[in-house]
T-cell receptor
Framework: AQRVTQPEKLLSVFKGAPVELKCNYS??????LFWYVQYSRQRLQLLLR??SRESIKGFTADLNKGETSFHLKKPFAQEEDSAMYYC???????????FGAGTRLAVHP | EAGVAQSPRYKIIEKRQSVAFWCNPI?????LYWYQQILGQGPKLLIQ????????DSQLPKDRFSAERLKGVDSTLKIQPAKLEDSAVYLC????????????????FGAGTRLSVL
């Protein structure tokens, strides 16, 4: 079965600390993975995707096919990073996204 | 460019009543999605349209939920009759076609409609 698992509901860190939001997936085939973010009172929006291999707002994510993981990392958290983060897997031929349950990141001053 | 528009933003109804949600995708986006997001969970796809045709409705509870996109632009999602477990945020998203280039497989979300069924 195709599935995305985000094991942490809440991740609480202090400003300047490193952050790692975990995401594991189950998929037979070559996966395409995304991180979406929802800031307070804003709509869900794309943060980054693995095929772009880019860094957005200091965040990076590397696809590890051996561990079936796509963890989101940032070396120094900022208060404005506080948000809900969702890992998503592209499934099938019609651009269907399967989302994880999300992790709330809280960055304290 | 204007984003995905949804209305209403909030709706409170009693169980067994009917409700409808409206979505207007980004101009030119051929693919439209309806997701259900229950509190504490990630969004779950209910139905996906390519222009005005349905390409995936495998998780749509068809005994009570229906959706249409008659002219291949805006869409409505209806629940009739509503149950308590339908309380959720209903998200609409759209993506461009053809799904190639820098916009490949990116979905753009509306602000959602929060439904409370009492």
């Amino acid at each position: 079965a195709q599935r995305v698992t985000q094991p942490e509901k809440l991740l609480s860190v202090f400003k300047g600390a490193p952050v790692e939001l975990k995401c594991n997936y189950s998929y037979s085939g070559s996966p395409e993975l995304f991180w979406y973010v929802q800031y307070s009172r804003q709509r869900l929006q794309l943060l980054l995707r693995h095929i772009s291999r880019e860094s957005i707002k200091g965040f990076t994510a590397d696809l590890n096919k051996g561990e079936t993981s796509f963890h989101l990392k940032k070396p120094f958290a900022q208060e404005e990073d506080s948000a809900m983060y969702y890992c998503a897997l592209l499934s099938g031929g019609y651009n269907k996204l399967i989302f994880g349950a999300g992790t709330r990141l809280a960055v304290h001053p | 460019e204007a984003g995905v528009a949804q209305s209403p933003r909030y709706k409170i109804i009693e169980k067994r009543q009917s409700v409808a949600f409206w979505c207007n995708p980004i101009s030119g986006h051929a693919t439209l999605y309806w997701y259900q997001q229950i509190l504490g969970q990630g969004p779950k796809l209910l139905i996906q349209f390519q222009n005005n045709g349905v390409v995936d409705d495998s998780q749509l509870p068809k005994d009570r939920f229906s959706a249409e996109r008659l002219k291949g632009v805006d869409s409505t999602l209806k629940i009739q009759p509503a149950k308590l477990e339908d309380s959720a945020v209903y998200l609409c998203a759209s993506s461009p076609t053809p799904s190639t280039g820098v916009a490949k497989n990116i979905q753009y979300f509306g602000a959602g409609t929060r439904l409370s069924v009492l």
